[in-house]
């Protein structure tokens, strides 16, 4: 019975179903394209639902096609002509394009009391070449816009073009035929169903069986791309052939498709496609999005621009938006996309931070509105509404029902909601079926009433009884406005334990009260910024969003007589471009002092001005000199850079005062364009004619009215807040698990440490050369097989030793570059039982090298998996396990002066992995990056693509195998997760590996490597180098003189002037000294020590049992102490 009731709701769930999907025109277009002409023909079978037709049913149409109707059963009447457009789709409420373009209505009238669908047949033809103009609201992004073009570079029809007869508020389906020149091919919604090449043209078949609020036809001369992701083809159509970029954005988006499918529910179309476009846009269609040519090759828009317009095929391309009641995709599009990729990288409250402050800095009493009447963006206000504000509501509404029911009840709404119309209203009682709560008041408050509520602390009081801590406080909503109801986060730090408590306000002033175990030393409300509000002045930095959102700009020029005087003219020009009622422009010697009400732009260093933003950064260890700036102790050069810097005005808090130096004429117009993409830094740096991003960053934030310290006594401790879990994460490309089997065998007791001319060294090789081969790399050493073997008399060691590299090979697919390799390498010897670097009391221990360096060599083996079955590299990339290391880099000394297939002068760089086991959420280090100019670019842009922390390492360092590349001017760098205690001791084991830290290692070294293998341009070495080749004498002798011990971990990311303690070994003698992590070492024997190399130096000097004068810097203060060394 149960079975037949079942079949039974099927059915007629399947009945109403039918029903629904014929209840909406369609069109079954044939279409041909004339590009060379900007000509298109079209014919159009309209299918009408009869519960469509009514009298006055018409249709708009673009005014330069003539119509002509082929039906025996309806005629057309025009009804009226020229009727002006206005926005559809994804231009919709943009009236911009839409000044010159004009319509027709025709009325089509059909027998009275017609029971059928009608069927409706046109053709038209005509010319479709509207102008590519910059976009005002899209100024800054440099994108540019048309409604419609038919030209040889391509086509680009939308709903904005009219090319389709267009029903008022209809959703359509249809068949599109397209006839296009030879070798063109065309992209629209839905699937593909015939694609096929004839004699003179090209014939393509698009069919979209789902309603869709608008018709994309886009045509060119493409080359493309798939790749099947499950039911689904990731699609990628490029100008111009680029195997690279396709992969990269293939793998990409299978990426997305399946995070998003497990967090939302089934992609909604049978294709998601990139399609480039041939001039700047940003736009996401259903199942595919169009950007322009240089926005498709910036490495960042893979995780931030691309999984954005990925994601509307669900929120607002299947899930349709009722206009009417307020847009909701863009920010929940926001909110699963932009922030979740930032929450994925522990960076979640930082992005929210921004957000709030760009609400705080653009919105006022004059612009704001409710979310609910937020249809698209168009400036700083109506996306400070309309993405941030609307993130923030779902935000909240996510920390008030919970990261389950909030993905339950998106889904829920989803599945409800494919391919209908949709308000906020459906999203809230989509979480009121799956919670029971009762939402209106939530929705109503976020979604219909305007403003923001802002805080303060006052009547803080605490007393003891008892042995219990009460705490009283008032918090207060100071806003202008009534009373919000909120659910506020507050933190309640003691010595040692941080307590997070969840409050309900509803009140203007909230009496609050709380009880612990223990003295309280400090409050912060919303620590992690997950409440919409407005933010304090003093809660956030001064950042250059508070000019761009300021009502009035004063802009001071410097005196005329300053040579590069018109640069900064030129600037300003294009800087006000259309809005230039925002503006006031002065010379300096017009006025005497500064206005405190509106923002300031000085222009020049030579600004008389200038001084007083000098003066305000000095509190932050950053200053203006004769030749440089200094950025918190990052020292740039002022010839040909640029620099941006913001404070607070010194007479109100709430105003900033901005500082622009322009370095040469040809970045003027790249500044123009790029500084309003940084708004939320205080400090910003550019180089070169691009210009290139050379530093960036905010300055420290003091004296919140939002934090309060109750205990000034106390030496408060910086305790770290848990970041969120994210919504939903990525499924990496690597194994973390076949990482960490790797280490775990290569470590293991069996392999004895791996020493120096032992079995157990063989054993490994072994290991690794079966994974080079199991994993598709082609021999690269002697003989065809994986080996370069010899034999080396090693000092300390009797007879000759037998020596073995492991190579493997990815041969380059580019006839200019395949001769050019970029070598890829991990030492895989340890110590054995110790030698050559035993420390007192570890002689023959078995000492494992997980982390040094069974680490380096597990990420080598799982990028060469990964790799060799997906990339196809223009240059060679050689895969080399060096042995030796540990006794002076034997194995890369060999390979460098005897690799004859790839010698130094084919080698284009070297990326060394060593020691990266232990990264725990710290910033990866690159040790060398001096040895090319190009490195701290490569690595600033793949911090920014990955979101893995890195620092570019300044110390001179030289301690691992890309040295023996650096000896003979190659540029290498090595990757580190830094030091610490286990170093070259038997407690370097497996168990105190990251996994999850190699994968991220492993994302970083394979964006350098993928650069690197495409890079045309030579990256000139700028490093030290041996000339010829490299001495292999100087080995590593069995070191049997006592060396000394101070148990201090060298910071190695610190760049300032002397050595930061990293960490200090417990009961080791800088800690009996006094010496903590954090200690910058200045002095040593009243010796300056400028750097590790100093420090490494001169501790060589001495022996076990010296008591040596440390002086050292703590919080600001010198301080001495006397060390005692230790025996290493």
Not at 483 to 499: E, R, V
Not at 892 to 918: C, E, M, Q
Not at 992 to 1002: E, F, L, N, S
């Amino acid at each position: 019975m149960k079975k037949k009731l079942a079949i039974i709701l099927v059915l007629v769930t399947n009945l109403i179903l039918l029903n629904a999907q014929t209840n909406f025109i369609k069109h079954n277009l044939e279409v041909e394209l004339q590009p060379e002409n900007s000509l298109i023909t079209v014919k159009d079978n309209i299918t009408i639902p009869n519960s469509l037709l009514k009298k006055g049913l018409s249709f708009l149409i673009n005014q330069y096609f003539t119509v002509e109707n082929l039906s025996a059963g309806a005629k057309l009447k025009i009804v009226q002509n020229s009727v002006k457009a206005s926005g559809l789709g994804i231009d919709r409420e943009n009236e911009e394009p839409y000044k010159e373009l004009l319509l027709t209505n025709y009325e089509i009238i059909f027998p009275e009391n017609y029971m059928d669908d009608l069927s409706l047949k046109i053709r038209y033809m005509g010319e479709i070449k509207s102008d590519i103009e910059q976009s005002k609201e899209n100024y800054q992004r440099g994108f540019s816009q048309s409604t419609g073009i038919i030209d040889k570079k391509g086509v680009y029809l939308a709903g904005s073009t009219y090319w389709v007869p267009t029903f008022k508020d209809e959703l359509t389906t249809f068949d599109l035929t397209v006839k296009s020149p030879k070798d063109w091919k065309t992209v629209s919604q839905g699937k593909r169903t015939e694609n096929k090449e004839g004699e003179n043209f090209h014939f393509d078949k698009w069919e979209s069986d789902t309603p869709q609020e608008e018709i994309f036809l886009i045509a060119a001369k493409f080359t493309e791309y798939s790749y099947p992701v499950g039911a689904v083809t990731a699609m990628a159509f490029l100008r111009t052939p680029d195997d690279g970029l396709a992969n990269k954005y293939l793998e990409t988006t299978a990426q997305y498709l399946e995070m998003y499918r497990l967090l939302i529910g089934k992609y909604p179309y049978a294709k998601f496609a990139l399609v480039e476009n041939f001039w700047e846009t940003g736009y996401g269609m259903p199942s595919f999005t169009l950007l322009g040519e240089k926005i498709i090759r910036f490495p960042f828009i893979l995780h931030s621009s691309y999984p954005h317009e990925l994601l509307h095929n669900w929120w607002g391309n299947s899930v349709y938006v009722d206009f009417k009641k307020g847009n909701w995709c863009e920010g929940l599009t926001a909110y699963m996309a932009d922030h979740l990729i930032k929450e994925q990288r522990g960076q979640g409250a930082e992005y929210r931070m921004s957000t709030l402050q760009r609400f705080t800095d653009y919105v006022n009493e004059s612009n704001d509105f409710p979310i609910s009447k937020f249809i698209s963006r168009h400036d700083g206000p109506s996306e400070a509404i309309g993405y941030g504000k609307t993130l923030m509501m779902f935000h909240m509404l996510r920390k008030k029902v919970g990261d389950e029911i909030f993905k339950k009840s998106f889904a829920s709404f989803n599945r409800k909601y494919s391919f209908e119309i949709a308000s906020f209203d459906n999203i809230r009682t989509s979480f009121e079926e799956v919670t029971n709560l009762d939402l209106k008041n939530f929705f109503k408050q976020w979604v219909t009433r305007k403003g923001a509520p802002e805080f303060n602390l006052a009547n803080i009081s605490q007393v003891e009884k008892n042995g219990k801590f009460n705490l009283s406080f008032s918090l207060n909503q100071i806003q202008i406005e009534d009373a919000f109801a909120m659910d506020i986060p507050i933190a309640f730090q003691t010595k040692d334990s941080l307590y997070i408590k969840i409050f309900t306000i509803n009140n203007k002033q909230e009496q609050l009260n709380i009880s612990f175990n223990s003295n309280v030393l400090k409050i912060i409300v919303d620590p992690q910024f997950d409440v919409f509000r407005r933010l304090d002045s003093q809660e956030i930095p001064s950042s250059f969003s508070k000019a761009y959102g300021a009502k009035n700009t004063l802009i001071v020029l410097p005196d005329t007589t300053i040579p590069n005087y018109p640069l900064y003219k030129s600037f300003v020009e294009q800087w006000i471009k259309g809005n230039e009622n925002k503006f006031t422009i002065k010379n300096e010697n017009e006025i005497n002092e500064l206005p405190k009400d509106n923002a300031v732009l000085l222009l020049s260093f030579k600004n008389k001005f200038s001084s007083l933003i000098n003066n305000s950064i000095k509190i932050y260890n950053s200053g203006i000199e004769a030749t440089t700036v200094n950025f918190e102790k990052n020292i740039l050069q002022k010839t040909n850079n640029s620099f941006f810097i913001s404070i607070k005005n010194p007479n109100n808090p709430s105003a900033v005062i901005l500082l622009l130096d322009i370095g040469k004429e040809e970045v003027v117009t790249g500044l123009v364009t790029k500084l309003p993409h940084y708004g939320k830094y205080s400090y910003l740096a550019f180089e070169g004619e691009e210009p290139t991003n050379i530093s960036k960053g905010q300055w420290q934030v003091v004296n919140s009215p939002l934090v309060s310290v109750l205990d000034e006594t106390e030496n408060i401790p910086e305790l770290k807040f848990n970041s969120n879990k994210a919504l939903a994460y990525l499924a990496p490309v690597f194994s973390a698990d076949r990482m960490q089997q790797h280490v775990k065998y290569l470590a293991s007791d069996k392999l004895k440490g791996r020493g120096f001319g032992t079995p157990e060294l063989d054993s490994a090789s072994q290991y690794i050369s079966e994974k080079f081969k199991e994993y598709g790399l082609l021999p690269g050493g002697d003989y065809g097989s994986f080996y370069q073997s010899w034999q080396e008399n090693v000092k300390g060691k009797n007879g000759k030793i037998n020596f073995k590299n492991i190579i493997g090979v990815i041969p380059g697919t580019n006839n200019k570059l395949k001769d050019q390799a970029v070598v890829i390498s991990a030492h895989y010897d340890h110590l054995g039982l110790g030698w050559p670097d035993v420390h007192k009391g570890n002689e023959n221990k078995i000492h494992n090298g997980a982390d040094d360096n069974a680490s380096g060599v597990s990420v080598l083996l799982e990028l060469a998996k990964i790799l060799s079955g997906s990339i196809e590299p223009a240059r060679t990339v050689i895969f080399v396990a060096f042995t030796g290391e540990e006794a002076g880099l034997l194995g890369s000394k060999y390979f460098v002066n005897n690799y004859k297939l790839f010698p130094p002068i084919n080698i284009f760089a070297n990326l060394n992995l060593d020691t990266v086991g232990r990264l725990f959420g710290n910033k990866l280090l690159i040790l060398n990056g001096d040895t090319a100019r190009e490195w701290k670019f490569i690595f600033m842009g793949i911090e920014y693509v990955t979101g893995v922390g890195i620092d570019m390492v300044t110390q001179p360092l030289d301690a691992s195998d890309q040295v023996s590349f650096i000896n003979v001017g190659i540029p290498s760098v090595q990757f580190f997760s830094g030091p610490n205690t286990d170093y070259h001791r038997p407690t370097d084991t497996f168990d105190k590996i990251d996994p999850d830290g190699m994968v991220k290692v492993a994302t970083v070294v394979k964006e350098a490597l993928e650069y690197l293998t495409e890079r045309e341009n030579p990256m000139p070495f700028t490093g030290v180098r041996k000339d010829g080749i490299v001495d292999t004498t100087k080995t590593v002798k069995e070191k049997t003189e006592r060396r000394v011990n101070t148990g201090t971990i060298p910071d190695f990311a610190f760049s300032g002037k002397g050595v930061k303690v990293g960490g200090v070994s417990p009961d080791s003698p800088a800690e009996k000294a006094g010496l903590k992590k954090g200690d910058v070492i200045i002095k040593f024997n009243n010796k300056d020590v400028n750097n590790l190399s100093d420090y490494s130096n001169l501790l060589k000097l001495h022996k076990p049992g010296d008591v040596i004068e440390i002086e050292f810097l703590r919080a600001g203060k010198i301080i001495n102490t006397k060390l005692t060394l230790g025996e290493r």
